[in-house]
Nanobody, 114 residues
Framework: QVQLVESGGGLVQPGGSLRLSCAAS????????MGWYRQAPGKERESVAV???????DYADSVKGRFTISRDNTKNAVYLQMNSLKPDDTAVYYC????????WGQGTQVTVSS
């Protein structure tokens, strides 16, 4: 059974940084796309960043230049480095991985507030 486990969320002041990690277990195959979504209270879930199996990346316009996605295929892990955080970045962040079907993590809360 494939499981994705996120870590690294928390409370940070505006302008600060956080690094989210997501590790997959229960599988030996390499995922195709991996990435991050987020959902703020009262809003729909939105894509934040995605990375392909060969390292091609794409970002939501709202995070370009501030967030960086990376992955380690040897660990089946994906990361999200978040810099210059803003209150609008406050949300639950979910990692996902795709191989024939999508797999989702349980979510980790990121709160940006002074």
């Amino acid at each position: 059974q494939v499981q994705l486990v996120e870590s690294g969320g928390g409370l940070v002041q505006p302008g600060g940084s956080l690094r989210l990690s997501c590790a997959a277990s229960g599988t030996i195959f390499r995922f195709n796309a991996m990435g991050w979504y987020r959902q703020a209270p009262g809003k729909e879930r939105e894509s934040v960043a995605v990375i392909s199996s060969v390292g091609t990346t794409d970002y939501a316009d709202s995070v370009k230049g501030r967030f960086t996605i990376s992955r380690d295929n040897t660990k089946n892990a994906v990361y999200l480095q978040m810099n210059s955080l803003k209150p609008d970045d406050t949300a639950v962040y979910y990692c996902y991985a795709y191989k024939l079907v999508p797999y989702w993590g349980q979510g980790t809360q990121v709160t940006v507030s002074s």
